[in-house]
């Protein structure tokens, strides 16, 4: 057991001690304090952490795997903007573009070019002249840069603020501009191309001959130049390249959905003398005079004007050009008149045109039939069916033949003429002597018309003997001729000059004479040498 003494003095050793060894180092007390304070401070600490540990062990490792993955992606999209970035061609002004549209507004049409270049157009550029927009969402849209700043990039159909080196590029490139019709000058126009002065000759001002020349002032138009000379003190340029070009495309897009048989509207815009052009939608197809109407018809003006609105039907494509008709539209008369007439009927008929094979008469409106040449007239050669009948002449003929396979329709003028021969001892007789006109003049004679539809030959072994010089410039003359025969059975007439010698005529009736002799004898002289055949 220990005392209260011994309790007393046990500090004080230890407090000596402390004393002794200030100096030196920490009393054992301090140690022991500290020892104890150290082991109570790191305990709960240590404890703490293992916690944390124990409670997050996972997830700064899944914090760690985001970090590393996000800065990967980020140096990924770093690289590919500045990929991007490089493979963006800086554009300038008067470059070409061409990309997707993503946007139509009100006003805009917005176009990709790949990447992020992203432009605009202004949308009446892109609106033809009836208020259509040409192009939809999805389509290419292609335009020339009008302006480029950092937060912008505009294009247009052509160039609208240019310089002269801008100008000769335009030229060079073949790029339209844009300029504004000045004023008049000998020849054309003065166009300002952003204070620059070009020449417009007046047929390049339009596609069309221009009646109104003064309707283009103050107006502004896209041209294409087509002569670039003295640095750019002499500059021609032309509308009219722009519109060809524009119609071309604007063509070959028609040419892909049009057909034939397709029937179409359209407006005339030019007559000639064998058709009318007809504009179809931006390209213009020929509608050819026979293609008008079922009936003939001397001039196109007889039925449409210019600016007329017409239908018409597609029946031919070949290439570019568009054959139109309006006649494929309407009735075919011939069908009905072809049930209505007969052959044998005889009907009252214009001539609307002669060819050297007949006569085209129009029996009704749109129907037509032919007179041959052989049917013109009874007993007589024509060369050419003017010698008969005149285009414009109303002439009664008679129907031969009617084919319905061909709808065609044959037709006569003889068949209602008397015929000649049965009344030519009315006319003429064997041995008279008539005034003839020379119809025609061949190596065996000559053709003589003695009389309306009665021609005789007058042979070439007469004319020699009558020493008479007969060729082809002798047509049309009247000459005098005796009738030696007339042969009706066979519709032949004999003629000889009616001043044939005497001794010709003395020979030919002493020969007459012989042979009637000849023929009257029964027995052979024994003189004659063919007496023992």
């Known amino acids: 057991m220990v005392t209260n003494e011994e309790k007393v003095i046990e500090p004080e050793k230890v407090k000596n ?162 300029g504004k019709v000045q004023s008049m000058t000998k020849g054309g126009y003065i166009i300002d191309i952003s204070g620059i002065k070009a020449f417009c000759p007046i047929s390049h001002i339009d596609d069309k001959i221009v009646i109104e020349p003064k ?21 021609v340029v032309s509308r009219k390249k722009v519109l060809d070009a524009k119609k071309k495309k604007l063509r070959k897009e028609i040419l892909k959905q049009l057909e034939v048989d397709t029937v179409v509207d359209g ?5 000639t003398n064998f058709g009318a052009f007809i504009d179809i939608g931006g390209v213009d197809g020929l509608l050819h005079i026979s293609q008008f109407s079922w009936g003939h018809i001397d001039s196109p003006s007889e039925i449409l004007n210019i600016g007329d609105t017409i239908k018409a039907k597609v029946i031919k494509i070949k290439g570019e050009k568009i054959s139109l008709s309006m006649k494929a539209l309407q009735e075919n008369p011939v069908d009905a008149a072809l049930q209505e007439l007969n052959e044998g009927d005889i009907l009252t008929c214009k001539v609307v045109r002669n060819l050297s094979f007949g006569s085209f008469v129009e029996i009704k409106p749109g129907v037509e039939g032919l007179i041959p040449i052989s049917e013109l007239s009874r007993g007589r050669r024509i060369n050419n069916p003017s010698e008969v009948v005149k285009e414009g002449d109303i002439v009664e003929a008679q129907i031969l033949k009617i084919n319905l396979e061909n709808k065609k329709v044959s037709l006569s003028l003889k068949a209602l003429q008397p015929d000649p021969w049965d009344v030519i001892n009315e006319t003429i007789n064997e041995s008279d002597i008539v005034t003839g006109v020379i119809e025609n003049v061949v190596n065996f004679g000559a053709f003589i018309k003695v009389s309306d539809g009665l021609t005789g030959l007058l042979p070439a072994s007469k004319i020699k003997i009558a020493k008479i010089e007969l060729d082809s410039k002798n047509v049309g003359e009247e000459i005098k001729v005796r009738v030696v025969k007339i042969d009706k059975e066979a519709r032949r007439i004999s003629l000889e000059p009616s001043d044939m010698p005497e001794s010709f005529e003395e020979d030919r009736n002493s020969w007459r004479k012989y042979k009637k002799e000849k023929k009257q004898e029964t027995h052979v002289d024994e003189d004659n040498p063919f007496a023992n055949l």
Not at 111 to 131: F, N, T
Not at 224 to 234: A, P
């Open 215 to 235: 309707k283009f002032m103050n107006e502004s138009y896209d041209f294409r130049i087509i002569d670039f000379k003295d640095k750019g003190r002499n500059i």
């Open 267 to 271: 407006v005339v815009t030019r007559l």
């Open 17 to 178: 001690t402390s004393e002794e060894k200030i100096d030196l180092q920490p009393t054992q007390t301090e140690e022991t304090t500290t020892e104890i304070i150290e082991e109570t401070t790191e305990e709960p600490q240590t404890i703490t952490e293992e916690k944390i540990e124990t409670e997050a062990t996972e997830e700064p490792k899944e914090v760690a795997e985001v970090d590393e993955n996000e800065e990967s992606a980020g140096e990924n999209f770093e690289q590919m903007l500045e990929d991007t970035l490089v493979n963006i061609k800086q554009l300038e002004i008067g470059d070409k573009v061409s990309g997707e549209i993503i946007n139509i507004t009100d006003s805009y049409i917005f176009v990709s070019l790949g990447g992020k270049r992203d432009v605009y157009a202004d949308k009446q550029d892109y609106i033809d002249d009836s208020g259509k927009l040409l192009v939809k969402k999805g389509d290419t849209l292609e335009g020339y840069v009008v302006k480029d700043t950092d937060t912008e990039t505009l294009i247009a159909k052509s160039l609208v603020s240019v310089n002269l080196n801008i100008l000769h590029d335009a030229f060079d490139e073949k790029i339209p501009v844009n």
